[in-house]
Every structure is written in C-alpha cells, then in structure tokens.
C-alpha cells in the first residue's frame, strides 16, 4: 500500500484508509453523520490524518483505540492537541488504559522492549500520552459502535462492531489470513483462540478491517 495518499475504502464510502507509520498500521476514518467521525487506531502521521479529516470535512468526535500498543496511538497526542477544542473523546479498553495517560511510557517501553529489544522505536517518536475520557468495556456502546471485548493480543484487545453497516473494526486480533501474536506482555494464547472462536461465529459477511494489512470477511477467515 501506498503510505503517501489516503483513499476512501474500497468496500463502503464512509472508511477511508490511511497506513502509517514504520510498521504500516491501518489507521480508519468513519464518517458517521453529516460531518462526524471516528478515527480509529491513528498509530502515527497526525499530520496526514489532519489533512484527510480536512478533506473530508470531518471533525473528529471520537478517537477509538482497539488496543493500546504503540503503532496504534502514536498520532494520539497531536490529534487531542489539534482538535482540542472540538475535544474527541479518547476511548480505550478499560484493561489497556495503562497504555494511555501519565505513567503510559512504562507499558509502551516493556511491551516495545518485548518485541523489538530495546525501547528505541519509542523513543524516537514518544510524546506524553493523554488520559482516557472513556474506559470501554464488553457491550459499551459509542458512537455508530458496540464494544466486543476480544482478549489475547493484549488484556484490553477490544473491535468496534456497526451492525447496521456490517463492518467490524478488529484491530490486531484477526487479519486477512492471520491472527496476531500473543507473546508480548498482556498477550494470551488461550485467550486469543476464545476470541477467534467468537469472531468466527458471527454472521459470514461481515466485513472485518484489521489493524494491519488488506480488508477480508468473517466468512473468509473462517473458511481461511
């Protein structure tokens, strides 16, 4: 994918799909509204993020995190700042929040130290984290979206799930052809195949957007 352009979602004309940053993270905008909109998972480029919302006419109303790793959040920091008098609610798992706020570096530098060796990645990019406005939990609901609470990446793993749109938001828990790890800290592999198992059992064509590489359907990765 081509990480210096934006475009709209090639499924609904309400997504537009930047990837950014050096892991290629997918970072979703959602128009939900006439000029509202959920940017989920801004995992680093505020800036290009800035421009699409210009483009767009989108204000930010909410910023979802489906966990709180760093290639997820980076962006988070300049987006609360930017927009801070719009004031996105900042939403995250309740059991991820340590990824988030004051003491937020010691969670980012144990889980990057875990996958990378050492805490350079962070180091380069950190900027002090902002506090949660909203702690999400199973069944919360916000904005078009109703939480699942999907453990095994991390404690906090969580997708964004719009029924009426079909179009579930899944983070690094299920991918087009692949599933994330569970060897970094909070990650669980019981728990990851729970998780799986539950997303398999919903309905087949719904369209999954993962937090890293191309679009796919439930029914695909079950098959898969």
Partial sequence: MNSS???PSMDKQNITHLTVGAISTNCWIYRFGEKDA???????EAERIISALNELSLVP??????????DHIC????????YKTENPQIAIHSLDAQYLGPDAYIAHRDSIKAAMGDTSFIDALWRDMPAPDILLKEGSEIGPFAVIHLPGHTKGSA???DKKE??????????AGGVGR???????????????RRLFAMD???SVYPGHGDTTTIGQERRG
């Fill in 61 to 70: 109303k909410f910023i979802l995190l489906t966990h709180g790793h760093f």
């Fill in 182 to 196: 569970t060897d970094l800290p909070g990650g669980d592999e019981k728990d990851m195949i729970l998780s799986l």
């Fill in 38 to 44: 959920a940017v989920i998972d801004p995992g680093d």
């Fill in 159 to 161: 997708a964004f799930w």
């Fill in 166 to 175: 079909g179009v579930l938001f899944t983070g690094d828990t299920l991918f």
């Fill in 75 to 82: 962006a988070v920091p300049e987006l609360a700042k930017v």
């Fill in 204 to 206: 087949a064509k719904i």
């Fill in 5 to 7: 352009c934006y475009y």
